[in-house]
C-alpha cells in the first residue's frame, strides 16, 4: 500500500540529510566544548543552525532543489507544514545570536559561558560583587552568573573562609541533561538564589581532558583505570565516594565533605520543586 518510489522519496533523503548535518555540527560541538578549543563557539554554532534549517526551509518550499528533485508543480500540504515548522525554527534560533536563552533547545547549543559575549550583548553582572575583578582566587562566572569553582582544593578553601556549605556539581562539557538542568532548573528564581547566596558551587568536569601533571597521575584504588587527566581525577572522585558515574550528580556537603542530605545523599536530573526540597532540607542540616 505504500506510493511508489519517486520524489518523494528524494524530498526524505534530503530532509534527513539537513538533519545529520545540523546533528553533525552538534558532535563537533562537543568534541570542541570537551577539547575547549573555542573554535564552534555558541554564536558560530547557533549561525550554523540558522543556515542549515534556513536551507531546509527554502528546499520545502521549492525554492532550492537538488540534482534528483522531480520538478515541484506544486507543495503538498504535509511539504507546507514542514517547511513552516522549519522556518518558525529558524526565526526562534535568530535572538540566540545576541544572548537568549533557548530553552526549547536548551541542551544542544554550547551554554551562554562558552560564547564570544556570556552576558549577551550588551549585557553585564547584576551586581558588582559577580563581576570578574570581584572572584574569589581560582573562581569564574558560570551558568546565570553564579561563581563556581573548577577546583574541588580551592572551592573547600573559600567555603571554609565564608563558613557556606558547598555544592558539588559532577558535570560535563558534552552532558545533555546537565545543561537541561543548567538552563531549566538552576535558572529557577528560588534555585538561583540559593545557589548565589547560600552555597558554594564546585563543578567537577568528568570529560576535561586537561593532561594531570605527572607527579599526580596514578592507577585509581577504585577502579583500576590510569588517572591522566583532570576528568579522570574527579570522574574516579565520584566513583570511590559516592559509588555512582551519573551525570549530572549534585551533593551538598558540610566543610569537612560530610553529604548533608542524610536520606538521599546525592541527586541528579529531577523538577524544580524536588531539587528546590532537597536543597532546603540539606542546608538545614549545616551547622555554622
Known amino acids: 500500500s505504500l506510493p511508489k518510489s519517486g520524489g518523494w522519496l528524494n524530498t526524505v533523503k534530503v530532509v534527513l540529510g539537513f538533519l545529520e548535518l545540523a546533528l553533525a555540527f552538534k558532535f563537533l560541538s562537543n568534541a570542541d566544548l570537551v577539547l575547549q578549543l573555542h573554535l564552534l563557539e555558541r554564536e558560530v554554532f547557533i549561525a550554523i543552525w540558522i543556515a542549515i534549517f534556513g536551507a531546509l526551509s527554502l528546499y520545502l518550499f521549492g525554492k532550492i532543489t537538488l540534482p534528483h528533485d522531480s520538478p515541484v ?18 526565526f526562534y534560533l535568530i535572538p540566540g545570536l545576541w544572548g537568549a536563552p533557548l530553552k526549547f533547545i536548551s541542551a544542544f547549543p554550547p551554554p551562554m559561558e562558552y560564547s564570544e559575549s556570556p552576558l549577551g550583548i550588551g549585557g553585564s553582572p547584576v551586581n558588582s560583587s559577580s563581576s570578574v575583578s ?8 558560570g551558568p546565570h552568573q553564579i ?21 558539588l556539581d559532577f558535570t ?11 538552563n531549566n532548573v538552576w535558572s529557577d528564581e528560588r534555585i538561583l538564589t540559593i545557589l548565589k547566596n547560600q552555597v558554594v558551587l564546585i563543578s567537577l568536569y568528568v570529560d576535561d581532558k586537561r593532561e594531570l601533571p605527572k607527579s599526580e597521575q596514578l592507577i585509581s584504588k577504585a577502579t583500576g583505570a590510569s588517572i591522566e587527566t583532570i576528568g579522570d581525577k574527579w570522574t574516579d572522585f565520584m566513583i570511590s565516594t559516592y559509588k555512582t558515574n551519573t551525570q ?10 560530610t553529604s548533608l542530605n542524610l536520606k ?12 528546590e526540597s532537597w536543597l532546603k532540607e540539606g542546608l538545614s542540616n549545616f551547622k555554622n
Open 73 to 90: 508543480g506544486h507543495i503538498s500540504v504535509g511539504r507546507l507544514y514542514m517547511g513552516l515548522l522549519s522556518l518558525i525554527f529558524t
Open 134 to 141: 570581584a572572584l574569589p582566587d581560582g573562581a569564574k562566572l
Open 147 to 167: 561563581v563556581v569553582f573548577d577546583d574541588y582544593d580551592k572551592g573547600l578553601a573559600y567555603a571554609k573562609t565564608i563558613n557556606k556549605p558547598i555544592m
Open 172 to 182: 560535563g562539557h558534552a552532558c545533555v541533561n546537565c545543561r537541561k538542568m543548567e
Open 248 to 257: 549530572p550528580l549534585y551533593v551538598l556537603t558540610d566543610l569537612e565533605g
Open 264 to 275: 538521599q545523599p546525592t541527586i541528579s536530573f529531577v523538577g524544580i520543586d524536588e531539587y
